[in-house]
T-cell receptor, first 119, second 114 residues
């Protein structure tokens, strides 16, 4: 198994531009998590999906951020317009299951991350 | 609000030493606690997952314990090696407002000297 795949690995853009980050889940996993990591705030959960449905997006910083799961194996995180303070490493992670109704989870498998720099 | 703290923030030890990393959390109503390893420029790799009903988990030279009532977990690394050098993060899962949250500590940066 190739693991969680993220693209691009590095992105440098100018303030005001649209940025799209991509994530491919491990086959058979049905939960998807987007995280952001900075030196100041550490690792923060932005949003998570279960069976393609967004469950909790309270960690999304503001309306400039949006995330989608167009199918069971793929997700995008879009920032429009981007700002310098969005510079961070963005990780996605997938998990094999969430037990129905209880939201317990098994191990999360992280992708290698996308390092975003907004100038 | 769940808060996760890791002490120390950084640690440097000679090879072969046994060491303990600490993690504390403020809300004992957790589903599980997970220890991760992060190498520079890489993603996180899960090391051990302890469910709330368990007291400890072991994998090779690693042993993680969980004391829910006191809000603490420790990661014990036996006979440390230079290859153990990395940042170690703990994360707890708990519910906030009825939905699942995974809250991470800020990590302990470990350096094992050859």
């Amino acid at each position: 198994d190739a693991g969680v795949i993220q693209s691009p690995r590095h992105e440098v853009t100018e303030m005001g531009q649209e940025v799209t980050l991509r994530c491919k889940l491990i086959s058979g996993h049905n939960s998807l998590f987007w995280y952001r990591q900075t030196m100041m705030r550490g690792l923060e959960l932005l949003i998570y999906f279960n069976n393609n449905v967004p469950i909790d997006d309270s960690g999304m910083p503001e309306d400039r951020f949006s995330a989608k799961m167009p199918n069971a194996s793929f997700s995008t995180l879009k920032i429009q317009p981007s700002e310098p303070r969005d510079s961070a490493v963005y990780f996605c992670a997938s998990s094999p299951r969430l037990a129905g109704g209880s939201f317990r989870t098994d191990t999360q498998y992280f992708g290698p991350g996308t390092r975003l720099t907004v100038l | 609000k769940q808060e996760v703290t890791q002490i120390p923030a950084a640690l440097s030890v000679p090879e072969g030493e046994n060491l303990v990393l600490n993690c504390s959390f403020t809300d004992s109503a957790i589903y599980n606690l997970q220890w991760f390893r992060q190498d520079p420029g890489k993603g996180l790799t899960s090391l051990l997952l302890i469910q709330s009903s368990q007291r400890e988990q072991t994998s090779g030279r690693l042993n993680a314990s969980l004391d829910k009532s006191s809000g603490r977990s420790t990661l014990y690394i036996a006979a440390s090696q230079p290859g153990d050098s990395a940042t170690y993060l703990c994360a707890v899962s708990s519910t906030t407002s009825g939905t699942y949250k995974y809250i991470f500590g800020t990590g302990t940066r470990l350096k094992v000297l050859a």
